[in-house]
Structure formats: structure tokens, C-alpha cells
């Protein structure tokens, strides 16, 4: 059975950093897609940087997040992370990491993610 579990989330005041990660169990990080999303209260769940698990690694990142998060995958550990510097308020938002099988394409479309985690709450204060 596959499943993906985010940590690392809290609270930080603006300017701060966090780092999540992102765990898989049954489930082995090669050759496929992992990304994180997330979801403000009252907003629409949005992509914010993905990763393609082969040994180039490409990534891509939102507009929003572009030069302070970086996302970068440890596979001795079989996670992803997400290192988030220069937290803004807005910012705060519920964090989901998922994952795809291997070999599909690399984008933010939700619908090729059939793993995701439960969340984890990041909150940023002014």
C-alpha cells in the first residue's frame, strides 16, 4: 500500500523558513513526478513546485514562490523536500506533497497524482 506523508510544517513569523518533507512508503521515488500544492482557506488548491525523480532532476516552480522555495529529493531517504525561505503571510496555506507513477508527464495537474498526503499546516505571521 502506498502512501505519502508531509512533515515539517508550523508556524514562523514573515522573512522566516520552514522545510518540509515528504516520506513515501511502498512506494520508491524514481523516475516520477513528486510535487507540492497548497490551499489557503477560501482558495483554490494551487501548485507551487514539482520535481522529476530522475538524475537530472528537472523542477519547476510558481511565479508566487520563484528564488525562496527550493525543492530537491533525497533518495538514500526516499523523500522530497521543500525548503522555504523568506516566508510571506501569504504563504499560509494547508501544504499536500503528491506523487505520481513513473514515466507519466511532469506538470501540476492534479488528476495525474493519484498519491497524496494528508497536509501540513504552514502559517506565517506578519
Known amino acids: 500500500q502506498v502512501q505519502v506523508m508531509e512533515s515539517g510544517g508550523g508556524s514562523v513569523q514573515a522573512g522566516g523558513s520552514l522545510r518540509l518533507s515528504c516520506a513515501a512508503s511502498?512506494?520508491?521515488?524514481?523516475?516520477?513526478?513528486v510535487a507540492w500544492f497548497r490551499q489557503a482557506p477560501g482558495k483554490k488548491r494551487e501548485g507551487v513546485a514539482r520535481?522529476?525523480?530522475?538524475?537530472?532532476?528537472?523542477?519547476y516552480y510558481a511565479d508566487s514562490v520563484k528564488g525562496r522555495f527550493t525543492i530537491s529529493r533525497d533518495n538514500a531517504k526516499n523523500t522530497v523536500s521543500l525548503q522555504m525561505n523568506s516566508l510571506k503571510p501569504e504563504d499560509t496555506a494547508m501544504y499536500y506533497c503528491?506523487?505520481?507513477?513513473?514515466?507519466?508527464?511532469?506538470?501540476?495537474?492534479?488528476?495525474?497524482?493519484?498519491?497524496w498526503g494528508q497536509g501540513t499546516q504552514v502559517t506565517v505571521s506578519s
Open positions: 503528491a506523487a505520481a507513477p513513473p514515466l507519466r508527464p511532469c506538470t501540476f495537474s492534479e488528476v495525474q497524482f493519484p498519491y
Open positions: 511502498g512506494y520508491t521515488y524514481s523516475n516520477n513526478c
Open positions: 520535481i522529476y525523480t530522475s538524475s537530472s532532476g528537472p523542477t
